[in-house]
């Protein structure tokens, strides 16, 4: 089955630095990712939607200036957590599916635990 | 390897009647699970959830089963509703960290 990376599995940087989580589609060219937050036991936040070439469009309520994405090839999405705070220690996931079923069938990747102190 | 399988890519089911969705895992440890629903252009959206500590968690015309000796839950919709039509995605996991199935697509038939 398609298969979605994600690069570091796990993190820990100071507060006020800047951590890169990167996405990748290993066996399928992807158009658009997603971008989650997940809280623990709860819900998946869906951040952003991250469009091969062209800006990310932004959840309301998700600093866009914090949370810089770039999607420079179709298969790599990468996620900047800048000037990170500790409030934003989470888990963060990404998805993509192949572009025949896009938003229907998502592949998601294993996730990234991020910790700031 | 896929440590959380949902076989069946899609799933069509009369309206009224019950929809069942399957998922099974490989990881004993795992010891909490979640299931999703999703609509197109939107993100996932918590349904319902069972610890392994139980074996059924009921919530309205939702009931989650989990049969732990075979690294099976199955998620029971009845009666089944048109607007129950979306991609359906189980999670799997322990503490903090959850494994996410492919998702299975339901269409309830009008």
């Known amino acids: 089955g398609a298969v979605v990376s994600q690069h570091p599995s796990w993190v820990i940087c100071k507060s006020g630095t800047s951590v890169k989580i990167e996405c990748r589609s290993l066996d399928f060219q992807a158009t658009t990712m997603f971008w989650y937050r997940q809280f623990p036991k709860q819900s998946l936040m869906l951040m952003a939607t991250?469009?091969?070439?062209?800006?990310?469009?932004?959840e309301q309520g998700v600093e866009k200036d914090k949370f810089l994405i770039n999607h420079a090839s179709l298969t790599l999405s990468t996620l900047t957590v800048t000037s990170a705070h500790p409030e934003d220690s989470s888990f963060y996931i990404c998805s993509a599916g192949p572009p025949a079923v896009t938003q229907e069938t998502q592949y998601f990747g294993p996730g990234t635990r991020l910790l700031v102190l | 390897d896929q440590q959380v399988k949902q076989n069946s890519p899609s799933l069509s089911v009369q309206e009224g009647r019950i929809s069942i969705l399957n998922c099974d895992y490989t990881?004993?440890?795992?010891?909490?699970f979640l299931w999703y629903k999703k609509y197109p252009a939107e993100g996932p959206t918590f349904l319902i959830s069972?610890?392994?500590?139980?074996d059924k968690n009921e919530d309205g015309r939702f009931t989650v089963f989990l049969n732990k000796s075979a690294k099976h839950l199955s998620l029971h919709i009845v009666p089944s509703q048109p607007g129950d039509s979306a991609v359906y995605f189980c999670a799997a996991g322990g503490g903090q960290n959850f494994v996410f199935g492919p998702g299975t697509r339901l269409s309830v038939l009008p």
């Open positions: 069972i610890s392994s500590i139980k």
């Open positions: 990881n004993s440890m795992f010891d909490y």
């Open positions: 991250s469009n091969e070439g062209s800006k990310a469009t932004y």
